[in-house]
């Protein structure tokens, strides 16, 4: 069965260094988003990603953030200058076409700054 | 603003002890609800999606249902297996909408042997 795979499983930085999240979605799906958990806290969208470009971003998506399609099968998650409040699970996610509307996730980059 | 609250925030359960758990929402224009399980450390897993009032969808030991202000994920004689947090998540917006999707804070479900 087809699944979104992200790497790493866990990455621990230091505060001000960028970070690069990979996802490789489904690979028929053309809609692509990222979420972010932080530890105990409720599942937080943050972009959705469409034909090359981001078509929504939430507040927490400041200049910091980057996202990225740089092949036909790699989705990439950017922080620039990571920030302790940055720690959390970041899930991409992807979707297909209609009528098809689930989206499937990844089992998520554990991310801690220190 | 679009907003969804469950409830309870934890349920335990004795293993055959049916429950249901909640699920209200605000939503501009809902285009969809689902529900998603999550264990520990992981991604969530897709399980329902409901789309309009009255629909109810099944499978093996759960089901869930809509109506126009709350959604509920009955649990069937559980096993310790179905111990997970249970996401509601909905999809509001109209044409142009980019699907994303606003998460409730989950249901802790915990299921003895």
């Known amino acids: 069965e087809p699944e979104v795979t992200q790497t790493p499983s866990h990455q621990v930085t230091q505060m001000g260094q960028e970070v690069i999240l990979r996802c490789v979605p489904i690979?028929?799906?053309?809609?692509f988003y990222w979420y972010r958990q932080i530890l105990g806290q409720k599942v937080e969208f943050l972009v959705s990603f469409y034909n090359n470009e981001i078509s929504e971003k939430s507040e927490i998506f400041d200049d910091q953030f980057s996202v990225e399609r740089p092949d036909g099968s790699n989705f990439t998650l950017k922080i620039r200058s990571t920030k302790l409040e940055d720690s959390a699970m970041y899930f991409c996610?992807?979707?297909?076409?209609?009528?098809?509307?689930?989206?499937?996730f990844g089992p998520g980059t554990r991310l801690t700054v220190l | 603003e679009d907003q969804v609250t469950q409830s309870p925030e934890a349920l335990r359960l004795q293993e055959g002890e049916s429950s249901s758990l909640n699920c209200s929402y605000t939503v501009s224009g809902l285009r969809g609800l689902f529900w998603y399980r999550q264990d520990p450390g992981k991604g969530p897993e897709f399980l329902f999606t409901l789309y309009s009032a009255g629909e109810e969808k099944e499978k093996e030991r759960l089901k869930a249902t809509l109506t126009k202000k709350e959604s509920f994920l009955h649990i069937t004689a559980p096993k310790p297996e179905d111990s997970a947090t249970y996401l509601c998540a909905v999809q509001g917006g109209y044409g142009g909408a980019t699907n994303k999707l606003i998460f409730g804070t989950g249901t802790l479900l915990a299921v003895q042997p």
């Open positions: 690979s028929n799906h053309l809609y």
């Open positions: 996610a992807s979707l297909g076409l209609a009528p098809y509307n689930e989206q499937f």
